[in-house]
């Protein structure tokens, strides 16, 4: 891709939903540097972060240098774009090790060599020396009360209750100086960010403006919502990172592959780096055939790969073949296959009950409660319904013993096609 393309290929996308004056021609000119700030208020970040990870990588891949900004400084004191609630202030020692879990998140995403190589900054090292005085001359000054209280984000939190601290109120100064900072320092003149953080972007804007007597320019994105209203990035069982070990690559590529109809062209779009004639033909699949759902599964294998690498996917598809089915349990360890299972009923049985000549699987049956008896174990297991870890039962009098768990920790059953029950092995 070109250099002069990176506007269009967003604006193509539907992923700009405000931008200054000259913006576009901007690119034209030259090689751009340009940042995009991320709060260091958890140990990593999530899929609400990933569409501005994404712009920075879209940004170097159209040929200009992505700035990616560590709030280090301003992550003590908490932007209240978009929040009705102050957040709880941070101390100094959590925020480093927030800031250590982002630095390495964002390392997978782009490029730190190279002609337009990607660069991450920390602003607590220029705003934690910053004296009050210092900063009200050279900042304060440049800003009234009243243009502070005309942006959305400030005056949203006026109507709550709760109304907005001091501390709050100040954050958008000091993003300005962050942008100015960055200005001086490596000849940055583009921010991006969500549409919340239009406010602190032009504030920006206008202090490089009044002090260094030059443009700079702002591209807010769209924030992501679903069509079914819930919260994007959220699901019934918390929040999707992605650090693998906060979600699993299966409940990642899950949340993908759960995406609604309505949803799939969007975060086709939004969330790869697919060109867009090929997501037409995507989603012409998918309108041909609806319940293939070929454009989420495609939009889970794309983002999935990029996320957590092409073994990240293979452990997540594979995975979802055990949850449908499709696949032997076996293929799976025993703590892979309690994270694919974790909402299913459990049992827990002694071990030594497996040992020696083990336990009649028709016992197993009606104790894990796949049967209502032995009775019905046996019915099930004539006509052929029923399952121990993915491989179909055909013997009444099979004995179920330690070595069948896998792992030698878990016993996976299931009745019909989507009936499972997990027996665990304690003791």
């Known amino acids: 891709m070109r250099a002069t393309n990176f506007f ?30 991320f709060d260091p208020t958890a140990p990593g970040l999530h899929v609400g972060s990933l569409l501005q990870i994404l712009a920075l990588a879209r940004l170097q891949r159209a040929g200009h240098r992505p700035l990616a900004l560590v709030g280090g400084g301003t992550g003590m004191i908490g932007d209240p774009s978009g929040k009705t609630t102050e957040r709880q202030l941070l101390t100094r020692a959590q925020v480093e090790e927030n800031v250590g879990g982002i630095r390495s998140e964002l390392e997978r995403f782009l490029d730190f060599s190279g002609a337009c190589a990607a660069q991450l900054v920390d602003n607590h090292g220029w705003l934690a020396g910053l004296g009050l005085i210092e900063f009200l001359r050279d900042v304060g000054k440049h800003f009234t009360v009243n243009y502070m209280l005309a942006k959305e984000s400030v005056a949203r939190r006026l109507e709550q209750e709760e109304g ?13 100086y962050d942008f100015g900072v960055l200005a001086d320092r490596y000849g940055c003149t583009l921010q991006m960010g969500g549409s919340d953080q239009w406010g602190n972007i032009t504030a920006g804007m206008e202090l490089i403006r009044r002090t260094r007597g030059r443009s700079a320019h702002g591209i807010v994105q769209p924030l992501i919502t679903t069509s079914s209203g819930v919260k994007f990035g959220k699901t019934e069982s918390g929040t999707v990172w992605l650090n693998s070990e906060r979600t699993s690559p299966f409940r990642f590529y899950q949340f993908w592959l759960n995406t609604d109809d309505r949803d799939a062209e969007h975060y086709l779009k939004a969330f790869t780096f697919l060109p867009l004639d090929e997501i037409a033909e995507v989603l012409g699949e998918h309108a041909a055939n609806p319940a293939a759902r070929t454009g989420q599964r495609r939009l889970a294998v794309e983002v999935t790969r990029m996320v957590h690498g092409d073994g990240g996917l293979e452990r997540a598809v594979r995975a979802t073949g055990v949850l449908f089915g499709s696949r032997a349990a076996q293929e799976l360890g025993a703590a892979e296959l309690l994270d694919v299972f974790a909402d ?84």
């Open 164 to 176: 907005i601290s001091v501390t709050e109120f100040g954050y958008m100064l000091l993003q300005a």
């Open 344 to 427: 299913v009923p459990s049992t827990e049985m002694t071990r030594i009950r497996l040992e020696g000549d083990g336990l009649l699987v028709v016992d197993l049956l009606a104790e894990a409660g796949v049967a209502s008896s032995k009775g019905e174990a046996r019915r099930l297991i004539t006509g052929g319904g029923v399952y121990l870890n993915g491989e179909r039962l055909a013997a009444q009098d099979q004995r179920i013993r330690r070595e069948d768990a896998i792992g030698g920790e878990v016993l996976l059953l299931r009745k019909g096609k989507k009936d499972n029950r997990v027996v665990r092995l304690i003791g």
């Open 8 to 37: 269009d290929d967003l604006q193509s996308r539907g992923l700009v939903h405000s931008a200054s004056e000259g913006s576009r021609d901007h690119f034209a000119a030259g090689p751009v540097t340009g940042y995009i700030g």
